[in-house]
T-cell receptor, first 114, second 113 residues
Framework: DADVTQTPRNRITKTGKRIMLECSQTKGHDRMYWYRQDPGLGLQLIYYSFDVKDINKGEISDGYSVSRQAQAKFSLSLESAIPNQTALYFC?????????????FGEGSRLTVL | GENVEQHPSTLSVQEGDSAVIKCTYSDSASNYFPWYKQELGKGPQLIIDIRSNVGEKKDQRIAVTLNKTAKHFSLHITETQPEDSAVYFCAASKNTGFQKLVFGTGTRLLVSP
């Protein structure tokens, strides 16, 4: 089983619908992240969380919200989806105690907003 | 804030050739520079990283070089193999304790047999 699991892997929805992308991890890491990937734009940070009580906005948080339900779970919500939120979304984790700075990514959730 | 530029956007090589991907960064305070490889349908995976107190780092067929004065760093892959085909991302950050990485836009490497 993957250490960082994202669900759903693919989702097609309509403008105005509420969407939730879920992420769970078995790595025991405190830090979790949501990134968005668009062709030609690389990876952009949406939100990050250092622990259950610490959630922070990233570069492109407008139109998104998150919830850290537990150390192992971090979900991303689009309250009212719009077509320009069509993208590939990645959840990631890291362990500050390791010192190496490595991010561990899930396999991605491809979202299409019609 | 930090800005990372990556070139080329696509790179095609023959198996056995070398491949070089270059990145420049804008914030001279950045001190951590990782490279991630993203295979089709997968999430990015760290392949090598370098810190600002080191000029070069090697791991088998891959190496990264850093020029702090010019604020650029490069990924070198020697003896390329078809399984090296992927999208490669460079990134930069100022604090290894908190991974607020700024990523480059990616390079699609295609290695032809």
């Amino acid at each position: 089983d993957a250490d960082v699991t994202q669900t759903p892997r693919n989702r097609i929805t309509k403008t105005g619908k509420r969407i939730m992308l879920e992420c769970s991890q078995t790595k025991g890491h405190d830090r979790m992240y949501w990134y968005r990937q668009d062709p030609g734009l690389g990876l952009q940070l949406i939100y990050y969380s250092f622990d259950v009580k610490d959630i922070n906005k990233g570069e492109i948080s407008d139109g998104y919200s998150v919830s850290r339900q537990a150390q192992a779970k971090f979900s991303l919500s689009l309250e009212s989806a719009i077509p320009n939120q069509t993208a590939l979304y990645f959840c990631a984790t890291s362990d500050p105690g390791q010192g190496a700075g490595e991010l561990f990514f899930g396999e991605g959730s491809r979202l299409t907003v019609l | 804030g930090e800005n990372v530029e990556q070139h080329p956007s696509t790179l095609s090589v023959q198996e056995g050739d070398s491949a070089v991907i270059k990145c420049t960064y804008s914030d001279s305070a950045s001190n951590y520079f990782p490279w991630y490889k993203q295979e089709l349908g997968k999430g990015p995976q760290l392949i090598i990283d370098i810190r600002s107190n080191v000029g070069e780092k090697k791991d088998q067929r891959i190496a990264v070089t850093l020029n702090k004065t010019a604020k650029h760093f490069s990924l070198h892959i020697t003896e390329t193999q078809p399984e090296d085909s992927a999208v490669y991302f460079c990134a930069a950050s100022k604090n290894t304790g908190f991974q607020k990485l700024v990523f480059g836009t990616g390079t699609r490497l295609l290695v032809s047999p």
